[in-house]
């Protein structure tokens, strides 16, 4: 059963704005500690922007924003794929135990923009 669906855009210019404007604490921010180590050093903006707009459309699935955007991991697997590793911080804001739920992903780049839609399946 599909417990909810989001999705978001952001430009990748005010992400850019934002990283310079606020350095380490705009990453500390948005990112987890797995996401930094993880951080590509070739379009940097566009990996922190799509996981910017991988968490706000999980907040949009969700219903509601009672997590910091840091408390998830979003990583990629051996083909690229991007997965949830940590996922604790939307299962308490649902009210569901960690293996309950299954989170499908996706992000999508380009020049101007990154986008990502999330879907919470009830298991």
């Not at 855009?9 to 604490?25: C, F, N, P, T, Y």
């Not at 794929?81 to 939307?90: D, H, L, M, T």
């Not at 739920?101 to 879907?119: D, G």
Request: glycine share 8%.
């Amino acid at each position: 059963m599909i417990g909810g669906i989001g999705i978001d855009i952001v430009k990748s210019k005010r992400i850019e704005s934002l990283w310079k404007a606020h350095g380490e604490h705009f990453l500390k921010k948005i990112l987890s500690d797995d996401e930094i180590a993880a951080m590509p050093k070739k379009f940097p903006v566009q990996y922190i922007g799509g996981r910017f707009a991988l968490k706000e459309a999980i907040v949009k699935a969700v219903g509601k924003r009672d997590f910091a955007f840091s408390e998830i991991s979003v990583l990629n697997d051996e083909t690229g794929k991007p997965f949830i590793k940590e996922k604790g911080a939307i299962g308490r804001v649902i009210g569901r135990e960690e293996d309950s739920f299954a989170i499908h992903v996706s992000i999508s780049h380009e020049k101007e923009y990154c986008t990502a839609s999330a879907i919470i399946e009830f298991l």
